[in-house]
């Protein structure tokens, strides 16, 4: 039977908008039901949210031909830093240190604002994905050869297929009836922006706590991100004080390296947990991004993880279209989730090792960390490799938009 459009997707974030342009880079009709008004996330002001886009990620963004108007807005990373870390106390001997320089492929990635990368992807599906804003998926229904899809005003739209891009409370992971398996972690990230007397030199740090990690993210000009995980008793009392006695008590764990600080925008928070997707696939049904894991944010690997997902799902679903496969068919999107769930699946565990091993202060542990840092950062090829992996270089086989090329 003939159908509204080839792909829906629910979810109209950042992976969905993405993966909709990618497919409709080739020609295939897409839908993106989007929960929230389009230029919600769009505004003008600076409001603190940040991303640390990797630079395979960044190569996807070039492929679908948006980092040409999105690069003078983005902050190189040249180098990463990571120690432990005391509050008061500053860094410990140990550092584990990472130039780009090292493995000359350009910077290691780049720090981006939320509101220039939704708006230039909800820029960019205007006249070539139909975007339906303010509209929610309240029911899903697979039918022979293709899916059925109900919006909350009633409307019901076919496809093909359904990519649920809904987050980790995914609706359309629910009504598939897969289920997830994970943990809380007991920890809440606190993230705001501050600007700084003195220049960050397009350097990440990222000091672990023993309560939890505090990643420092550099932004263009005098500005970086905060990504501050603490316990959650300890994270509700912070977040409840006003912005100056939140400051007295971040500058202890922040250090003075980059001189006085201060608030350049809202403050947020949210609790911190592992959520992964039992099956990235069901009947006529894909997930991606925080719908298929919802990670630690430690690494700042989330957003380029779903990413890894878009560019992986766009290739198989092209690739099944030109072969002129049902792109709903079980063997086509089982080809994705060969693809992808061990990938995400090992690197949100071994995030979540990383925050077992480092938010606690026994001592024995201590030293252990920090010699193995100490380690990693003398031994050359053991330190570019986990450079390659922060890049988002070492993803095997890699899909043709992380590497720059369009499908």
């Known amino acids: 039977m003939a159908v509204d459009h080839d792909i829906i997707i629910a979810g109209g974030g950042l992976n969905g908008p993405a993966l909709a342009l990618a497919l409709a880079q080739v020609g295939l009709s897409v839908a993106v039901i989007d929960a929230r008004p389009a230029r919600d996330r769009a505004g003008e002001g600076f409001d603190g949210r940040a991303y640390a886009l990797a630079l395979a990620s960044r190569r996807l963004l070039t492929a679908l031909g948006l980092w040409g108007g999105l690069a003078d807005k983005a902050q190189p990373i040249l180098r990463v830093e990571a120690a432990q870390g005391q509050p008061g ?30 708006a230039a992807l909800v820029e960019a599906m205007e006249g070539r994905v139909t975007h339906l804003p303010g509209r929610q998926v309240t029911g899903q229904q697979e039918r022979p050869g293709h899916v059925a899809v109900t919006l909350d005003d009633g409307r019901e739209l076919t496809g093909r297929l359904l990519v649920g891009a809904d987050g980790r409370g995914s609706g359309v992971a629910a009504r598939a009836g897969i289920t997830r398996r994970g943990h809380g972690y007991g920890q809440t990230a606190l993230v705001c922006a501050v600007d700084h007397e003195r220049p960050h030199g397009g350097t990440a740090w990222q000091y672990f706590m023993p309560t939890g990690p505090l990643a420092i993210l550099p932004l263009p000009g005098n500005r ?20 100056d006695e939140f400051l007295d008590v971040l ?13 350049a925008g809202p403050r947020f928070s949210y609790p911190l947990s592992l959520s992964l997707a039992e099956s990235y ?21 989330g957003l380029n993880l779903g990413l890894r ?7 198989v679903v092209v690739e099944a279209a030109r072969r002129g496969e049902d792109i709903g068919a079980p063997d086509v999107l089982e080809r994705y989730q060969r693809w992808r769930r061990f990938d995400a699946t090992a690197l949100g565990l071994g995030m979540d090792t990383v925050n077992r091993l480092f938010s606690n202060d026994l001592p024995v542990l201590r030293q252990a960390r920090g010699l193995g840092m100490g380690l990693v950062t003398a031994i050359a090829p053991l330190r570019r490799a986990f450079m ?17 090329r369009p499908l």
């Open 89 to 118: 106390e500053g860094a410990g001997p140990f550092h584990l240190i990472f130039d780009s320089a090292e493995i000359e492929e350009g910077p290691v990635g780049h720090m981006l604002e939320d509101r220039f990368l939704y």
């Open 224 to 243: 970086s991100s905060i990504v501050w995980s603490e316990t959650d008793e300890n994270a509700r009392a912070i977040a409840a004080l006003p912005d």
């Open 251 to 263: 500058r202890p764990r922040f250090g003075d390296y980059l001189g006085e600080i201060r608030l």
């Open 281 to 301: 696939v069901a009947p006529r049904i894909a997930l991606v991004g925080d719908a298929a894991h919802g990670v630690h944010p430690i690494a700042g690997q």
């Open 309 to 315: 997902d878009v560019a992986a799902l766009a290739e």
């Open 388 to 404: 390659r992996q922060a890049a988002g270089l070492s993803v095997a086989p890699m899909p043709r938009l992380l590497t720059g």
